[in-house]
């Protein structure tokens, strides 16, 4: 008798690990995926000045603190607030080992729109400065454009999700994921310098034409935003 309900026990134990083996059924939860994107083109409202003065200029006929002089007087004509907008960047200077060097100092310089950028341009040519170049523009509050697309990402998404829903028949429900793909950071670099320009203007005659300056303008930055989302279909309409 004792080996019989052993017997059954084990029987009884197979069947119950046998039945917990039995992959559950689980039931698929019906969804449609979509993308959805936003874009706007933008002018920039920042951009950035990169100014040397460099006592090797015109053969050594300023010093250091001449030119930082001259930069001054430049940017103060061009409506600059300096202690706003302009920051040293990297200087080369004579100390008691190296004496006989030609010294230089590098600034960055930050303007808002494209008019204050040939402002100064222009003033660095005037007070003989050469060293100056437009490097990279930029929009400040990028970050604000950014969230208004990402919201009109999403509700294109949306559309075209209900769309689609609609065409079989039934409807969205509940978004249950989202994916969000960031863009790149709006900045373009620019490189317009001008000391080839201001070498051929030094170089004309008084009865020649003075070159004309290259003119200044921001082109316009795309900023694109990029969303993906998984909505719930509902059962089909009756």
Known sequence: MKKIMK??????????????LVPA??????????????KVKVVPDRAEIEIT?????????????????????????????????LSLYRQYLATAKRKNIKQYKT???EVYTAE???????????????????TKVWLADRKAVSDSLKVEAIKS???????????IGQSIGSAIQINFYPSSPA?????????????EAMAVTADEAIPEL????????EIEENVSVKFILNPEKQ
């Open 7 to 20: 017997k059954l026990f084990f029987i009884a134990t197979f069947a119950f690990l046998a039945i917990g």
């Open 25 to 38: 059924q689980t039931k698929t939860e019906a969804s449609v995926d979509v993308t959805g994107r936003a």
């Open 53 to 85: 003065i460099n006592e090797n200029d015109l053969k050594g006929k300023y010093s250091l603190n001449e030119w930082e002089t001259k930069l001054a007087i430049a940017l103060k004509s061009a409506g600059v607030d300096a202690k706003k907008q």
């Open 107 to 109: 600034f960055k310089l």
């Open 116 to 134: 204050e950028a040939q402002n100064v341009m222009d003033a660095l040519v005037e007070n003989e400065i050469s060293g100056g170049r437009l």
């Open 157 to 167: 998404a949306k559309h075209d999700a209900s769309v689609l829903a609609e065409a």
């Open 187 to 199: 900045v373009t670099y620019r490189n317009v310098m001008l000391k080839s320009v201001r070498n």
């Open 214 to 221: 290259p003119q200044i303008n921001f082109d316009e930055i």
